[in-house]
């Protein structure tokens, strides 16, 4: 059974850094691009980064560059999204998804998704 497994998540301060994590089970990833998601309450889901199977190709929602960076490590069918400088902005539900086709930041594009890690930013 393919599945994707998120973890990372808290409650940190504006200005501090979490590192999520996606790991693949049923699976290898290194055949699947993969995307990292958001959606905060009222909210629509908006794509905040992707990353092409090899690793050579990444992608970021505006907002985030300069300040997220997404990683993958294919031995250990891992994928990070390190996040820095947070803002309560940034507070949401963080899903991962990946696709063996997927080129961009649209839901639409993905087949296979996570469970979703809460990251909360807050004082």
């Known amino acids: 059974q393919l599945q994707l497994v998120e973890s990372g998540g808290g409650l940190v301060q504006p200005g501090g850094s979490l590192r999520l994590s996606c790991a693949a089970s049923?699976?290898?990833?290194?055949?699947?691009?993969i995307g990292w998601f958001r959606q905060a309450p009222g909210k629509e889901r908006e794509g905040v980064s992707w990353i092409s199977s090899s690793g050579g190709g990444t992608r970021y929602l505006d907002s985030v560059k300069g300040r997220f960076t997404i990683s993958r490590d294919n031995a250990k069918n891992t994928v990070y999204l390190q996040m820095n400088s947070l803002k309560p902005e940034d507070t949401a539900v963080y899903y991962c998804?990946?696709?063996?086709?997927?080129?961009?930041?649209?839901?639409?594009?993905?087949?296979?998704w996570g469970q979703g890690t809460q990251v909360t930013v807050s004082s």
């Open positions: 998804a990946a696709d063996p086709w997927a080129e961009g930041l649209g839901p639409w594009e993905y087949e296979y």
């Open positions: 049923g699976f290898t990833l290194v055949y699947f691009a």
